[in-house]
């Protein structure tokens, strides 16, 4: 049965704005002409007016063709054109709706040529269906493992082409080329000896801001408020939504083939997922959280949900896993990016009890916990929550070390740290003014990157899971420039390049749930893969220039990484520790 009421409602809805329009005008046009003929001229007018609507909302012209109209270049005036016919004569009333007219027609043109931008940004990254099974050829093969050796004149099958039901863009066989034999119907790809190795996964990132500072960042919370109602608006939705898959497409291009959300506006991040799952255009993976929760007065209240009992806690993670999120993000401890103390940042603000009941219902619902986190003492309360990672981290003293490793109120007995260096790097070592947060906001941040360094130093040393994530967004720490997270693991411990491409990849993998499916070149896995041209075990930096990336077996050959240029210039001194 079809219920028409919904579509009655909304054309009564409609025919009730124009007749009150309408009198309106009518009362408006009788004050100011005090005779019927002008009432009705002006209800003319209004009608007619749309002869001036139509040059403005033109994509593109609109706009310089509306203001030849105003200049009269083609002979009349469009207004003085729409005063006679309408047998009007000249006043505040015509003037205010011309005016009106055009504002509104101006709007729609930009609108139009958002929309009309995008599609074409669209046609680039639309997915397409692959043509051919492909054989990478003539390439030096990292494996992403921790120990294992470079496959010299490598060779990697993939299989595009399969049969309903199977899953497409998956690793066949590795090898050389004296062992494997390629079938014909494989297109060769000639890799001129570069270095493949999987593509690096984000497990911490957000997917609304780029990196670049602004600020924005300072805004009181009830202007925030405010803002975040505007960015719920559609011309706010579609600046947002461009936005965020600008970024992922930005990331994909610089290598990065997962990323981990980890709050976003809206469930706009679900959103993304779902249409690059569906083939709406081609993305990196995407494991999302859509809303974060935190008490009231917590951090990060504005991009996410409060909830301070039991029950609003459990409505939520209920609410989240309904949206069909794929791991659940609590903010247990205060953070930098909206303190108004110093020491703030860190503070535990949720309870252990609070704690424990969102990961009680995540994990009933086998979604994974990760909590904001960045004390000792807020670490402590997470793991006796039973949260499966702490974001961020801090200095992790020896007698909770154990509980990392066993821990029976998480989902799968561990619980993990994702230590993000890059998120506190420039906020603690850049002028505030350049960082655009304030004098109180950089007190906490020197504080706080310390601690995460520590985290790091900690888990590697104590073989404590942790996985690589860099909170881009926050400013200078941006989707394209992950790698530079694997530069800190190698200044802040001693493990080796391979070592933090391992953790960088197979391991993250491992730690956020999707080993079976990506994080390594390894038969049966998807092809998320990158190519650069010089060894990245000799020299770090070569995953700063990547040359090519498959996504689930699809290629992109010429990867484009739009950088922000003013932040490319600022060279970062890390830290002492």
Known sequence: MIDNSKNSNFFLSYITFFVFLTVLISLLAWITYGNLTDVLGTLSYGIIGLLNFYPWIIPFIGIPLGILDLLGFFGFKMYDLTLDIAHLNNSWMPIFWYWLIIILGISLEIIFMIIIISSIKKVKYREKVAKANLALINCNIIDGNKDSKIISNGVILIKNLVESGLTPGLIEKIGTQTDIIIPSDYKKIDLKGSFILPGLINAHCHLFGNGKPMKIM????????????????????????????????????????????????????????????????????????????????????????????????????????????????????????????????????????????????????????????????????????????????????????????????????????????????????????????????????????????????????????????????????????????????????????????????????????????????????????????ENPLENIDALGKVSMVLIRGHIIKHPKVNKIKKLEKVELIPIEI
Request: net charge positive; charged share 25%; hydrophobic share 40%.
């Open 218 to 533: 300072n805004l009181s919370d009830s202007v925030m408020k405010k803002l975040m109602k505007i960015l719920a608006t559609p011309i706010g939705v579609i600046l947002v939504k461009n936005r965020m898959k600008s970024n992922v497409i930005n990331a994909l291009n610089a290598g990065v083939t997962t990323l981990r959300t980890m709050g976003d506006p809206f469930y706009f991040d679900v959103k993304l997922r779902k249409k690059i799952e569906g083939g709406r255009f081609i993305g990196p993976r995407l494991l999302v959280s859509g809303l974060g929760l935190c008490p009231t007065g917590g951090h990060g209240g504005m991009l996410g949900f409060i909830a301070d009992d039991k029950g609003e806690i459990r409505k939520r993670i209920r609410q989240n896993a309904r949206e069909e999120v794929d791991h659940i993000k609590i903010l247990s401890t205060g953070g930098v990016m909206d303190a108004k103390m110093i020491g703030e940042a860190g503070r535990p603000q949720m309870t252990v009890e609070e704690i424990e009941t969102a990961c009680y219902e995540a994990h009933r619902a086998n979604l994974l916990v990760a909590t904001h986190c960045e004390s000792t003492d807020g670490m402590k309360e997470a793991l006796e929550g039973g949260v499966d990672s702490i974001e961020h981290g801090a200095d992790i003293p020896d007698n909770l070390i154990p509980f990392f490793k066993s821990n029976p109120k998480s989902l799968r007995g561990y619980t993990a740290v994702t230590p993000t260096i890059s998120a506190g790097m420039a906020l603690a070592t850049l002028h505030y003014k350049d960082t655009k947060i304030t004098p109180i906001k950089f007190e906490n941040a020197k504080l706080i990157e310390k601690g995460m360094i520590r985290c790091l130093q900690k888990a590697y040393q104590n073989n404590i899971r942790f996985a690589c994530g860099t909170d881009a967004s926050v400013p200078y720490s941006t989707h394209y420039g992950v790698w530079k997270e694997l530069k800190y693991y190698l200044r802040y411990t001693n493990m080796s390049a391979q070592e933090a491409i391992y953790f960088a990849t197979k391991n993250t993998a491992e730690v956020i749930g999707i080993d079976k499916i990506t994080g390594s070149i390894e038969v049966g896995k998807s092809a998320d893969l990158q190519i650069v041209q």
